[in-house]
């Protein structure tokens, strides 16, 4: 598998090939130089540590959101404490906005699976474990399938290729919880336990699944690896930016008129891409604020995207952050105080209960804010969800409540006068509608008349 | 172990790819097996679950009223699952919901008097490209219209 | 103290001390540091979930940071602040959030004034809350067992309770189901709670009052009442306990003089080498044990008498035997053994011989042992009375001409027929009529004393109680029943 060169936005690892009905299968992974990588790491006979070097080496960061370097974390593990080492694969994608990780399982599959294995292989696991969310059926499926294909190639199970490497992978399907995205909580859910997160310390890669050392990867960031060994680190590095190196699977919707998965080089310009690649916006409409990657990444506004690139340092510079790649696209004259309600609502029934700041934080700013949409905020209200936001940063178990935190507080830095507004007057500074095209604009007018005065057919009356 | 005795064949089958000791971890995905068979998990098939992996039952419970896709009772025979996150909120979601409620005459969370439909909203499906959408049971139903959703309401069955 | 590693570091500017492997706050509790809590408990595990016990951590260089101080571990030269104006910001925080959704009861709780929620709230915050919104509303009085009440409003889901029926009582009775503000507090669906022998040890580790004893429910607000240090009688591990009562200063002078007397609630008093901070709940029911109908007054030949005059026919029997055989009470006092060894010293192992007898044995329903507190003898100083004792094997020597029965037990079922009996003890019972003479005793509770339990450890209680007149101390009745000099021989025939 050689790199490919440059095809649209900037060169590509994963979307070179025409997806077909079996594009994703074992013969044509292989067609296109699949499982090299790790038939070079068991024939070469290369230690589990210089795979780690090469991964380090690479640079990559994860893909997950939290964007620490994969290697380091692998470095972490002491292959020689005598215990089980796993390695799970984090297919939980549930960051609202994101998209991308279901791209991969449905259509390279084996790529995933042999990052797996070449991750296995490098932290001396015995077992690999790939957590998919419940809802995923297609990916599910496909992956279920192509573990069976890897195990009737001699691919996975014992002494692989004669290796005297053995490793058995479990398909494991949550139940519906975005909470379980979360590395400890995800090890609690494969327990078979409620997803229930944990403190640090112990670090999960000391004591992870049932006390053991695990490292738990993003899909995108293992299905990196089998690049970063077929071609080594330095080829890698050759692609992205110096502090971004490789690609970056981007899912892009809301008011564009472009959605999809789209792999882009890091250091690409931002606008090029939203008005470009992907089209601009909706109805010609002009763009009024982005969320970056996924909900839990604070909003830039059209004019700090100016001269803004994808990579993780130059969205960090503009205020937010690369995430989980999962961007939302908002055009000009969407009611930022409903689009807040939407999220804030989302959070609080994701919220595990577990800790105290967000187990009643997210109500309450859920509260506050089903209030504002209905006409009865009080000016207080904007301080209290800065207060509740303050609250919950660095104080929780895990980063749900922050990131509810920052992702309302940033709509509020940017957009204060719209909540002013509405509470001032009761109603929204704009018409109150989310869409820009709305292909049920008929259906939802209908009952609107049937139901006068209520708010919207997705809010229950007040919030529970 | 009447209820769930034939299905302890497959359970064991899964058991050889889990190391030794993971016997726990199999709750969520024999749970998931029985409802897949009958639809919603009974007091009884809990009662056999225990006994067979030797689990607290309070770990059962706690799993079945922590994560949304369990359910306790029948259901109607399709759940049509609406997501009504973010990005399908920008294209159309609402709508979606509010052209269900008029179709089926029922609310998000409510069953049809026939048992044919059972409607919810949920949060992110990962198919926010391809809002406005919705999950009928397993499958993903994308790029939805009036058109196209009223068709897939007369072909289920 | 043992030799495990130390660690030097800094509380509030201090020099502190903590063993390798230590948090902060446990460390900073041995310091004499209190940093506020409602998750964290000294025996269960960590779960790290209701923040207050955050605290900051200077840096070298840089901003402190801050966090949890309960799975904090402590670091070498480690300076640890707990009341600066951020944590006490964070705190107060905190408490908006812990009281956020919690239902102003105090004025029906019965929590109220030993309620750490509350204590929290005057100490560490003290405002109203910042929500005008309404709380949610949950389950109140939710029979969470037969013993327990539930109020899933108040409960703020510390999990100290779900976690002790998991890792201390084994029971694994309890659960947190749902998810996010709607998660609850549940019993296992196969409600074995009830069958959990420690149950209501959640009680009084419940920081609010959402776990509260069903049947002590609204008896006595806290206040009026005042515990008395004791040891539960109710098997040889002889848990130390708090009994608490009436204050003398708020007794009712109208209502029935019982409610003044009265056992309101008994809970555990921490020993570390006997019960730790747990009890059973038969300790909880001690009421039904101690509270029993007393014998108050002294019999002959089931005629009551003044007492003055049964212990002179008791004496003169005592001095007319021959070959007495005294049972020995096994919920005797140390101090009780001790003054019936020096009252009968001369006879013993002579002319009077004296063995121990179990008083109760452990009844139908009842756990007879297990694992964790409860053990199969069920006396509280079966080994402080064979210190100076042997067993009673059951048996009665044949040319035993009396009998003593000292306690409960040694029922005339088994007891030759015709054979005399003087019996002594606390209780009312249809045995105490057919006795030769009986003497009414104090009980636990009107004295002071000690037990020795299984282990050899002795545990002290006192007396809250005045004895009725009637009634003897044991060790003031002892010297007056071995005086009574034996009858002179005359030459008539007995």
Redesign the interface.
């Known amino acids: 598998m050689t790199l490919p060169a440059q095809v649209g936005t900037g060169r590509k690892f994963f979307m070179n090939f025409p997806v077909t009905a079996d594009s994703h299968t074992l013969a044509a992974y292989r067609g296109r130089g699949g499982y090299q990588a790790l038939a070079k790491v068991l024939s070469t006979g290369m230690a589990p540590t210089d795979v780690t070097k090469e991964v380090t080496a690479s640079g990559i960061l994860g893909h997950g959101g939290a964007a620490f370097p994969a290697g380091r974390k692998w470095g972490v593990v002491k292959l020689d404490d005598g215990e089980p080492h796993y390695v799970c694969m984090n297919a939980d994608e549930g960051e609202p906005g994101t998209f991308k990780d279901r791209w991969l399982l449905e259509h390279v599959p084996h790529m995933c699976l042999e990052g797996l294995i070449l991750a296995s292989y490098a932290l001396k696991g015995r077992h690999a474990f790939i957590y998919i969310r419940g809802e995923f059926d297609l990916p599910w499926r496909r992956m279920r399938d192509a573990i069976e294909e890897a195990y009737a190639a001699g691919l996975l199970g014992e002494n692989i290729q004669g290796s005297g490497f053995s490793l058995d992978v479990v398909l494991y399907r949550g139940a519906g919880s975005y909470v379980c995205g979360e590395a400890s909580a995800m090890l609690a859910s494969l327990e078979g336990k409620k997803g229930w997160p944990r403190n640090r310390p112990p670090r999960l890669t000391v004591k992870g699944l049932y006390q053991r050392p695990t490292v738990v990867n993003n899909v995108e960031t293992l299905a990196n690896v089998p690049i970063i060994i077929a071609e080594g680190a330095e080829a890698f590095r050759k692609v992205g930016t110096a502090k971004s190196p490789g690609t970056q699977m981007i899912s892009i919707s809301g008011h564009i008129a472009r959605p999809g998965v789209y792999e882009v080089e890091y250091g690409y310009s931002w606008e090029r891409f939203l008005y470009e690649d992907c089209g601009g916006m909706q109805g010609g409409k002009a763009l009024k604020c982005v969320i970056p990657g996924g909900v839990s990444t604070k909003i830039l506004s059209a004019e700090e995207l100016k001269g803004v690139t994808l990579d993780h340092n130059s969205a960090l510079a503009a205020g937010s952050q690369v995430g989980s790649g999962g961007m939302i696209a908002i055009a000009e004259g969407t009611c930022m105080v409903r689009l807040a309600r939407v999220i804030q609502r989302f959070y609080h029934h994701e919220s595990c209960g577990q800790c105290t700041p967000c187990r009643e934080g997210m109500g309450w700013m859920e509260r506050v804010l089903d209030r504002i949409v209905r006409g009865q905020g009080r000016p207080e209200d904007i301080d209290r969800l800065y207060h509740i936001s303050t609250a919950n940063d660095g104080t929780t178990i895990c980063s749900l409540g922050d990131s509810a935190g920052y992702a309302v507080t940033a709509i509020l830095d940017h957009y204060r006068e719209e909540f002013e507004y509405y509470i001032a007057n009761g109603r929204s500074m704009h018409d109150g509608t989310l869409t820009v095209t709305d292909p049920f604009a008929e259906s939802l007018a209908r009952w609107h008349a049937a139901h006068p005065g209520a708010l919207s057919p997705t809010l229950a009356a007040g919030a529970h | 172990m009447s209820r769930i005795a034939h299905l302890i064949p497959e359970f064991e089958q899964w058991k050889t790819?889990?190391?030794a000791?993971?016997e726990?971890?199999?709750?969520?995905?024999c749970?998931?097996r029985i409802q897949q068979e009958r639809g919603y998990i009974t007091?009884a098939d809990?009662?056999d679950l225990v006994a067979y992996l030797g689990?607290?039952?309070?770990?059962v419970?706690?799993?079945?009223?922590?994560?949304?896709?369990?359910t306790r009772k029948p259901i109607g025979r399709h759940h049509l699952q609406v997501c009504?996150?973010?990005?399908c909120?920008?294209?159309?979601?609402?709508?979606?919901?509010?052209?269900l409620?008029?179709r089926l005459g029922i609310?998000?969370g409510e069953t049809t008097p026939d048992g044919r439909f059972t409607l919810s909203?949920v949060?992110?499906?990962?198919?926010?490209?391809?809002?406005?959408m919705m999950?009928v049971n397993?499958?993903?139903h994308e790029n939805?219209?009036?058109a196209s959703v009223d068709a897939l309401l007369e072909a289920l069955p | 103290m043992s030799e495990r590693k130390t660690i030097d570091f800094f509380i509030n500017g201090e020099p502190a001390v903590a063993y390798d492997g230590e948090t902060v706050i446990q460390a900073a509790r041995r310091a004499g540091v209190d940093i506020p809590h409602f998750c964290w408990h000294p025996e269960l595990s960590v779960p790290g979930n209701c923040r207050i016990c955050m605290v900051e951590v200077e840096q070298e260089k840089g901003d402190p940071w801050f966090d949890i101080g309960c799975n904090m571990p402590v670091t070498a030269g480690m300076r640890v602040l707990t009341e600066s104006e951020t944590v006490k910001k964070l705190r107060r925080d905190t408490m908006q959030f812990i009281t956020l959704n919690h239902p102003v009861d105090c004025g029906i709780c019965s929590k109220s004034g030993e309620c750490t929620l509350q204590d929290y709230h005057y100490e560490h915050n003290g405002r109203p809350s910042l929500s005008i919104d309404r709380k949610n509303h949950a389950t109140k009085f939710y029979p969470l067992s037969d013993r327990i009440m539930l109020d899933n409003e108040r409960c703020i889901m510390c999990t100290r309770c779900v976690r002790f029926t998991h890792e201390v009582s084994q029971s694994k009775a309890l659960a947190a189901v749902h998810r996010g503000d709607q998660a609850l507090i549940r019993p296992a669906e196969d409600a074995n709670f009830n069958t959990d022998a420690y149950s209501d040890n959640v009680i009084d580790i419940c920081p609010v009052g959402a776990l509260l004893s069903r049947k002590d429910l609204s008896n006595a607000r806290v206040w009026y009442t005042e515990s008395t240090p004791s040891v539960c009688p109710g098997c040889a591990r002889g848990c130390t306990i708090d009994i608490w009562h009436r204050k003398a200063s708020w007794k009712f002078t109208a209502l029935d003089p019982q409610l003044n007397t009265r056992i309101e609630r008994v809970t555990p008093r921490e020993t570390p080498e006997v019960n730790g901070p747990w009890i059973c709940n038969k300790a909880r029911d001690l009421s039904a044990l101690l509270e029993r109908p007393r014998a108050m007054e002294a019999l002959v030949a089931g005629r009551p008498v003044p007492t003055p005059e049964a212990v002179v026919q008791a004496a003169a029997l005592l001095a007319g035997a021959q070959r007495p055989l005294v049972l020995v009470s096994s919920w005797a006092s140390n101090e009780e053994l001790a003054a019936f060894q020096s009252a009968f010293g001369e006879r013993l192992g002579r002319s009077l011989t004296a063995v121990v007898k179990a008083d109760h044995q452990p009844q139908p329903g009842e756990v007879e042992e297990d694992a964790i507190l409860i053990v199969a003898d069920k006396n509280p100083n079966t080994r402080g009375a064979m210190a100076l004792f042997p067993a009673w094997d059951g048996t009665i020597p044949p040319a035993t001409d009396l009998v003593v029965v000292w306690g409960e037990g040694g029922m005339a079922a088994a007891l030759p027929a015709g054979l005399p009996v003087i019996r002594m003890s606390g209780y009312a019972a249809s045995d105490n009529a057919e006795a030769a003479v009986f003497l009414p005793l104090s009980i636990q509770i009107e004295r002071d004393g000690s037990y020795t339990n299984i282990d050899g450890v002795v545990n002290s209680f006192r007396g809250y109680l005045t004895k009725a007149p009637a009634v003897l101390h044991a060790i003031d009745l002892f010297p007056s029943l071995a005086a009574a000099q034996p009858p002179v021989l005359t030459g008539r025939a007995s």
């Not at chain 2, 689990?55 to 770990?59: A, D, F, H, I």
């Not at chain 2, 009504?84 to 990005?87: D, E, G, I, K, Q």
């Open positions: 790819r889990y190391p000791g993971f726990g971890s199999l709750t969520i995905p749970l998931q007091d809990i009662d689990v607290p039952r309070t770990q419970d706690e799993v079945l009223g922590f994560y949304t896709m369990f009504h996150n973010v990005s909120s920008l294209r159309g979601a609402e709508g979606l919901v509010a052209h409620c008029l609310g998000p909203t949060e992110c499906l990962a198919s926010c490209g391809t809002a406005p999950m397993e499958a993903f939805l219209t009036p």
